[in-house]
């Protein structure tokens, strides 16, 4: 039943990410070259912000795909429990770490552009509060996928908290919301159109294709990774 | 008319089972079929699979593949009504270590049935592992064989169709294992079955055994 | 729902016999409450402004601290198969082990804050406000403690494990617990508060247990 879902058996998930990974990791550099030049030489500083606006290129896409990463989470884990396709467990195995580490690029940065901007490395900001709940919720996934000694146990435990997290993220976004009112509007999502300039908008948008495309490029080679892993630990128990 | 002598239906069909663990075979293809007042004996080496195979026909395991029908009928389709025939051993007792050897029993029937144990039935089950003086004491004072006795007027208590045993007679002495024998028989000739992993004989006339293999 | 009464009944009767597990968790809430003012200092102002933030934290802590053995005993001792091979829903046996956890945890550490909040300097109306707060509250600590308990089940370092699972997403509760005191002492809404913290409550009621019983069948794989 589970080989009619697209890319259910490992195996032939394995011979379609050989086929692709090497141009994905191509273009991925050579997005990554020009979005840097846009970010860093070819857009102006912000009038109020100066150069400080062009840590705004990593830190919004990072926070973008930080809590992408986490839906991802929820539905590998959706696809674990429901369907027992084989490959969701290591692909969350593989996703969870990568998530985390875009929600802590996300923190690091907002914690380096709010040193100029606040006058304080960390503030109880609303939005800096919840992606550091985010950055919990990813560590609480990768300490209890790992916390097992059959890894099975540990994906299919960390699946049921990825669901749990994933229906108590806007509660949790909402009651930090509710705690801290200091925090500036968001402005991309805005409806009645974006208020940004386009200056600003195309390297930002550009950074944030370019991320997207380091994170599904990371996400694969981990799973290539996790396959092996796993494949080696199964023939070390019968040999 | 004259009716045709059969073979008596089974009741509990298991076909093709097969259980995995850690991504290894533990068993594969098993099929077997008890009618009402058969017992069968599993037996094989530890790690065959004994185990995962009595947790697998009370679904606590999930198969790889395979069929359990009851009557005919898959019992997967109706879990609640399938776990209501069962009266389950495992190699724990399932037994409260605080409380005492009367109220481990009211409650597990209790949970099992959602009715109270009548004191007759209650009473019937304690003196046939001879367990009436120590009704009263908490498990945790008990040794490992009174234990086990306590665990077994459990299952006698459930009037539970189908028996599941993991290594019934561990740590009984020569009296409780005759006790033992006595109350399966007695659950067997009213047509009750039962299904015991045992590395010990079990000595039963008319009993069947299914050896499972013995992999490294 | 005999079965449910007869889970409680059981677990309620359990911890009449050992009554010490449940003082001990009293006993921490209370230890850990007095060590605030010792170490902030006894100024009386500040300590009225923290109380409810402190009591807060401290009765989730003691309610986590009491959690990991919710479900471990039932797993070591064989009764959690019992209960999986119960001819009614598991996610009935997981509200009804909750149930017991925040009988003998939550309604005490509701009863005891008020007390302690004596030694904080609060008001009589402050100190009903709290114990209501945490009347509503406790039973999502003890659900969403109970999930982290049954997926921690049989993990290496359950303990820490447990806490870190289950804090973040007590995290909204702590926020309306503590924040509805605040709100009375500054004139927000505190009905508004009260009202979203049992919102929070039949949120954890509609989906912990499902979650709970999908993760004790896991362990019992």
Not at chain 1, 74 to 85: D, V
Not at chain 2, 37 to 60: D, F, I, Q, V
């Amino acid at each position: 039943m589970a080989d009619l879902h697209f890319l259910a058996s490992p195996a032939r998930f394995r011979r379609l990410s050989q086929r692709v990974l090497p141009s994905l990791a191509f273009a991925t550099v050579l997005m990554l070259a020009f979005g840097l030049y846009l970010a860093l030489i070819q857009s102006p500083p912000d009038y109020q912000q100066g150069d400080t606006v062009r840590i705004m290129f990593v830190h919004v896409p990072s926070a973008w795909l930080a809590m992408a990463g986490y839906g991802l989470l929820a539905a590998l884990g959706a696809s674990l429990l429901i369907w027992r396709h084989p490959l969701a467990a290591l692909m969350a195995r593989a996703a969870a770490p990568v998530g985390a580490g875009f929600c802590a690029v996300c923190l690091l940065t907002g914690a380096l552009w709010g040193r100029p901007m606040w006058g304080a490395y960390w503030v109880w900001d609303a939005r800096l509060t919840s992606m550091l709940l985010l950055f919990f919720l990813y560590l609480g996934h990768i300490a209890l996928s790992r916390a097992y000694d059959e890894p099975e146990r540990g994906d299919r435990a960390a699946a049921i908290l990825a669901l749990i997290g994933v229906i108590n993220l806007p509660i949790i976004k909402f009651s930090v919301d509710w705690w801290n009112t200091l925090h500036q509007p968001a402005s991309v999502a805005r409806l009645g159109g974006p208020s940004i300039h386009p200056s600003i908008l195309v390297p930002l948008l550009w950074m944030a294709a370019t991320l997207f495309l380091l994170f599904v490029l990371l996400v694969l080679l981990r799973t290539d990774t996790e396959i092996d892993r796993r494949r080696l630990e199964n023939a070390e128990v019968q040999s | 008319m004259l009716r045709r002598r059969h073979m008596v239906p089974f009741l509990l069909e298991v076909a093709d089972l097969a259980c995995r663990r850690g991504g290894r075979p533990v068993f594969e293809r098993l099929s077997f079929g008890l009618a009402a007042g058969e017992l069968l004996a599993l037996t094989g080496r530890n790690g065959s699979g004994k185990t995962t195979l009595l947790r697998a026909l009370a679904l606590l395991v999930r198969p790889a593949a395979g069929t359990i029908r009851w009557q005919g009928k898959d019992v997967g389709a109706e879990p609640e009504t399938w776990r209501g025939r069962l009266a389950w051993l495992g190699h724990l007792e399932g037994l409260k270590g605080d409380l005492t050897v009367a109220e481990n029993l009211d409650v597990a029937e209790r949970l099992r049935s959602a009715t109270r144990p009548d004191a007759e039935r209650l009473s019937a089950a304690l003196a046939a592992f001879d367990l009436a003086a120590l009704a009263d004491r908490p498990i945790r004072t008990l040794s490992a064989g009174q234990r086990r006795r306590a665990a077994l007027a459990r299952v006698v208590l459930s009037g539970a169709s189908l028996w599941l045993l993991d290594e019934p007679l561990n740590a009984l002495d020569t009296a409780a294992q005759a006790g033992f024998r006595a109350a399966l028989e007695r659950h067997l000739a009213a047509g009750g079955l039962a299904i015991a992993a045992t590395h010990t004989e079990l000595g039963f006339a008319g009993m069947r055994t299914l050896e499972l293999g013995s992999p490294a | 729902m005999n079965g449910f009464a007869a889970l409680v009944a059981r677990d309620l009767r359990l911890v009449w016999r050992r009554p010490g597990d449940v003082a001990v968790v009293l006993a921490f809430f209370v230890v850990a409450t007095t060590l605030f003012p010792l170490g902030i200092g006894p100024e009386a102002n500040v300590l009225v402004r923290i109380a409810a933030g402190v009591l807060w934290c401290a009765a989730l802590f003691a309610a986590l601290l009491s959690l990991d053995r919710l479900f471990a005993s039932d797993h070591e001792d064989g009764t959690l198969d019992l209960l999986l091979l119960a001819p009614w829903p598991l996610e009935l046996a997981a509200l009804a082990k909750c149930c017991a956890h925040w009988i003998v945890t939550g309604l005490p550490l509701a009863a005891l804050a008020p007390v302690l909040g004596v030694a904080f300097g609060l008001e009589p109306e402050v100190l009903l406000a709290l114990a209501a707060t945490l009347l509503i509250g406790t039973p999502t600590l003890s659900l969403i403690g109970g999930l982290a308990a049954a997926l921690t089940l049989g993990a290496r370092k359950s303990g820490a494990l447990l806490a870190l699972l289950a804090l973040p997403l007590c995290v909204p509760t702590l926020i309306f617990g503590a924040g509805a005191i605040e709100a009375l002492a500054t004139g927000g809404d505190f009905g508004a508060h009260i009202a979203i913290l049992a919102a929070l409550a039949l949120v954890a009621l509609a989906t912990t247990p499902w979650a709970i019983a999908a993760a004790l069948r896991q362990a019992g794989e």
